[in-house]
């Protein structure tokens, strides 16, 4: 089973920041947060990852909390593309990995 | 940007059929991955494969699936005796193993059983 728990749907309006939480209290001290994306029926997208410092790359932004018992995905600019289901998962970062996909957040960017 | 690349991108074939569905994973990439979504469910682990055997597999990988890296560059999920329940979309993923473990996608292989 998933070890994250994410809100099941979003709306967000175009150009605004939309803002994803996810809760993974059993998290332990040396898993990864790892988030994903899937468009239609696409592979899943890779967005962005962290241990426990806040993380920003081109597409998104990483908030952990302190405790590392749940974060936030920040699209800074939510456009019409960014319509999709995101996966919070965490993970070992080192060796084979298994993702365990929930069900994630379905996030609707309206126009 | 280097990517993982499947073929085919949708096959159709009949019940009790083999299928072996193919990947390309990126370059330098030493771990690979197969993982299926059937229609409307959770994309689901298969398989984790690592210096030519497998390092890992779910309750799913059973003796119908087979994986093998035949050379440098492929990568190929074989399923035997299909059955209608195989219908699912099929990815295939790979991740760097040292630098970094990041796993990155492919588009998929789609396949119907009929």
């Known amino acids: 089973d998933a070890k994250t728990t994410q809100p099941t749907s979003m709306d967000c309006a175009e150009g605004r920041a939309a803002n994803l939480p996810c809760n993974h209290s059993?998290?332990?001290?040396?898993?990864?947060v790892y988030w994903y994306r899937q468009i239609h029926s696409q592979g899943p997208q890779y967005i962005i990852h962290g241990l426990k410092n806040n993380e920003t790359n081109e597409m998104a932004s990483l908030i952990i909390t302190e405790d590392r018992k749940s974060s936030t995905l920040i699209l800074p600019h939510a456009t019409l593309r960014d319509t999709a289901v995101y996966y919070c998962?965490?993970?070992?970062?080192?060796?084979?990995?298994?993702?365990?996909f929930g069900q994630g957040t379905r996030l609707t960017i309206n126009p | 940007e280097p990517e993982v690349t499947q073929t085919p991108s949708h096959q159709v074939t009949q019940m009790g059929q083999e299928v072996i569905l193919r990947c390309v994973p990126i370059s330098n990439h030493l771990y690979f991955y197969w993982y299926r979504q059937i229609l409307g469910q959770k994309v689901e682990f298969l398989v984790s494969f690592y210096n030519n055997e497998i390092s890992e597999k779910s309750e799913i990988f059973d003796d119908q699936f087979s994986v093998e890296r035949p050379d440098g560059s492929n990568f190929t999920l074989k399923i035997r005796s299909t059955k209608l329940e195989d219908s699912a979309m099929y990815f295939c993923?790979?991740?760097?193993?040292?630098?970094?473990?990041?796993?990155?996608f492919g588009e998929g292989s789609w396949l119907t059983v009929v």
């Open positions: 059993t998290i332990s001290g040396n898993e990864y």
């Open positions: 993923a790979s991740s760097p193993g040292i630098s970094g473990n990041t796993i990155y």
């Open positions: 998962i965490v993970c070992w970062f080192q060796g084979a990995q298994k993702l365990v």
